[in-house]
């Protein structure tokens, strides 16, 4: 990190509790959205853990969803919705290590590298957003 980023850095110091309180209420919409839709699954919530919410990974079981990550993935960018593929590719599958490790002997990381996509998340992101968000996924399942 150079000066000029360390000091932006505290300079918006002043501005994370906010933006992790505003991130928190974004992730509980969803949570409150999505929850209980068999098939999808959120990273569960550590007690004594204060999150940051950079990220809302959630994992898609394909038999039980009925769709895949991929799937929902391609549904949200048709109304304009980028989600990310998370894990994705495999380190293990990319080309430079092509024949050196085989993937299914991290059978976790690939199940991960396949199921899971990160939602949409920042701050400023209208509940009512993650209303429709949620409404297009849960219109994903089979």
């Known amino acids: 990190m150079n000066e000029f980023q360390a000091a932006m850095g505290l300079l918006n110091l002043k501005y994370f509790d906010s933006e ?55 549904t949200l960018k048709q109304y304009g919705i980028f989600a990310r593929k998370y894990f994705y590719p495999l380190t293990s599958e990319a080309a430079c290590y092509a024949g050196q490790f085989d993937p299914a002997k991290t059978p976790v990381a690939l199940t991960a590298s396949r199921n899971v996509l990160t939602l949409p998340m920042y701050a400023s992101l209208p509940l009512s957003d993650v209303d429709d968000i949620c409404e297009i996924v849960a219109g994903c399942k089979n």
Do not use: C, H, M
């Open 20 to 74: 992790i309180e505003k991130r928190g209420k974004v992730a509980t919409r969803y949570r409150q959205n999505l929850s209980g839709i068999a098939g999808l699954s959120f990273r569960p919530i550590r007690e004594g853990i204060t999150q940051n919410y950079a990220y809302l990974p959630v994992s898609f079981d394909p038999a039980v969803f009925g769709a895949n990550r991929d799937q929902v993935s391609d």
